[in-house]
């Protein structure tokens, strides 16, 4: 088992920066990448950015270039940095984390933070 708490959501103004966190615990060493994914209301959820375990990055089209992932392995926490924030990155962002256990894969969610960028 995997725990995520995610933190770092909040109000921002366009063109602003938000760094979200997301701290992980439990089976941290079953681990096989980790990303953010986001959900706006009424739209399906979106994967932001990944990083696997051996540190490569992918990030969805919309977010390149303004968003970067990162990962301290020391603390077990996984980041988004967020630049050049605008209103259409205003979404609920989860934490996702990818486990290997024996030969099946797990996905573990955090419970979400609220970003919103103002106009």
């Known amino acids: 088992q995997v725990q995520l708490v995610e933190s770092g959501g909040g109000l921002v103004q366009a063109g602003g920066s938000l760094r979200l966190s997301c701290a992980a615990s439990g089976s941290i060493a079953t681990i096989n990448a980790m990303a953010w994914y986001r959900q706006a209301p009424g739209k399906q959820r979106e994967l932001v950015a990944r990083?696997?375990?051996?540190?490569?990055?992918a990030y969805a089209d919309l977010v390149k270039g303004r968003f970067t992932i990162s990962i301290n392995n020391a603390k077990n926490t996984v980041y988004l940095q967020m630049n050049s924030l605008k209103p259409e990155d205003t979404a609920v962002y989860y934490c996702n984390a990818v486990a290997l256990s024996g030969a099946s894969f797990f996905n573990y969610w955090g419970q979400g933070t609220q970003v919103t960028v103002s106009s």
């Open positions: 990083i696997t375990s051996g540190g490569s990055t």
